[in-house]
Structures are given as structure tokens and as C-alpha cells.
Antibody, heavy 118, light 105 residues
Framework: EVQLLESGGGLVQPGGSLRLSCAAS????????ISWVRQAPGKGLEWVSK????????FYGDSAKGRFTISRDNVKNTVYLQMRSLRVEDTAIYYC???????????WGQGTMVTVSS | DIQMTQSPSTLSASVGDRVTITCRTS??????LAWYQQKPGQAPNLLIY???TLQSGVPSRFSGSGSVTEFTLTISNLQPDDFATYYC????????FGQGTKLEI
């Protein structure tokens, strides 16, 4: 069974940094494109970033450009999201998800909560 | 950027009903649209991809149609488990999600 497990969320002050991890099991990890999607409390879904299987290509949504960096370690079967210069509006549940056939996100983790507050 | 408009934002229905949710885009996106269901406290669940392909394990009462700029998700014979929030997603840059439709009893 394919599973994704996020970790690294928590409370951080505005302007601070946090690194999220997404650990995968049950799949051929190095061939999988992985995305991060977030959801602010009571709000809709927002795509944040994605990374190719080999890690050579990364893409970002407007809210993440210049502040977030996605990376992966295919030995550890883990994708990371390094978040810097965090803002109150970055407060959200952050999900990682696996891409299906370049067409959708078919397996999701349970999410990790990030709270940016003073 | 491509704009997504999902409607309605809220939909009231009863068990056994047939309902339709629409997603419109500001530019042609071919068939690169996916639909998800999300229940409170849970991660989203993929229902449909490439506009009309049913994801494995999803009941056949869910169906998707459309192309270019207008897409629909139809749920036939609504079941109690179907009352949730539904999102469309453009599966091409910038991978935008629709605003969501809350399906209520």
C-alpha cells in the first residue's frame, strides 16, 4: 500500500523558517512526482509546489515563489519543503501528494499543521 | 494565469438525487481537469482525472464530462456518504483548484 506521511509542522513566528518532510513507502519513489498542497483553516485547497522524480525540476505557486524550496532525497524516500520568511497567511494544513499519470494527485498524506503567529 | 470558476459554492440535495457541479476556466485546458472529494478532517480523495476518467475504486455513480473550458462532475443516486466538499483542479501550470462546492443534505 502506498503511504505518505508528513511531519515537521508546528508553531513559528512571522519571519521564521520551517522544514516539512514527506516520507513515502510502498512505491517506486524515485519515479514519482510529488506535490505539496495547503489548506488554510476553513478555506479551500491551494497548490504550493511540485518536484520531479529525479529532483531536477521544481515548480512553485505564486505564494511560494522566492520563499519556499522543494527538494527530495531518493535514498530516504523523502520530499522536503523548506519554508522561509513565513507569514501569518501561510498558516495551513500542508499535504503532500503523489501524482498520477501527469494528470491528478491520487495518494495524499494526512497533513501537517503549520501555524505562523507571534 | 488561467482563472477557475467553480459553481455552485453550496448545493443542497437529498439521498437519491442527481446533482451536477460545474467548473469553468478562462482559457482552454483541453481535458486536464481533476475532481476531488474532501470530508471534514480528512485529506482530499481523487474521484476523476483527465476530465472523465474514473479513479480506481470510486463508485460509478460519479462521472465527469467536458473539455476545453467547461467541465462537470455529476453524482447520481446520492448516498449519505457523498455529502462532502468537492473541488476541481486544473492539472497543468499553475495547478489551480476551484473554490469548492459544499454538498449538504
Amino acid at each position: 500500500e502506498v503511504q505518505l506521511l508528513e511531519s515537521g509542522g508546528g508553531l513559528v513566528q512571522p519571519g521564521g523558517s520551517l522544514r516539512l518532510s514527506c516520507a513515502a513507502s510502498g512505491l517506486s519513489f524515485s519515479s514519482q512526482v510529488i506535490s505539496w498542497v495547503r489548506q488554510a483553516p476553513g478555506k479551500g485547497l491551494e497548490w504550493v509546489s511540485k518536484i520531479s522524480g529525479g529532483g531536477g525540476s521544481a515548480f512553485y505557486g505564486d505564494s511560494a515563489k522566492g520563499r519556499f524550496t522543494i527538494s527530495r532525497d531518493n535514498v530516504k524516500n523523502t520530499v522536503y519543503l523548506q519554508m522561509r520568511s513565513l507569514r501569518v497567511e501561510d498558516t495551513a494544513i500542508y499535504y503532500c501528494a503523489k501524482e498520477l499519470a501527469d494528470a491528478a494527485l491520487d495518494v495524499w498524506g494526512q497533513g501537517t499543521m503549520v501555524t505562523v503567529s507571534s | 494565469d488561467i482563472q477557475m470558476t467553480q459553481s455552485p459554492s453550496t448545493l443542497s440535495a437529498s439521498v437519491g438525487d442527481r446533482v451536477t457541479i460545474t467548473c469553468r476556466t478562462s482559457q482552454s485546458i483541453g481535458i486536464w481537469l481533476a475532481w476531488y472529494q474532501q470530508k471534514p478532517g480528512q485529506a482530499p480523495n481523487l474521484l476523476i482525472y483527465k476530465a472523465s476518467t474514473l479513479q480506481s475504486g470510486v463508485p460509478s455513480r460519479f462521472s465527469g464530462s467536458g473539455s476545453v473550458t467547461e467541465f462537470t462532475l455529476t453524482i447520481s443516486n446520492l448516498q449519505p456518504d457523498d455529502f462532502a466538499t468537492y473541488y476541481c483542479q486544473l492539472y497543468d501550470s499553475p495547478y489551480t483548484f476551484g473554490q469548492g462546492t459544499k454538498l449538504e443534505i
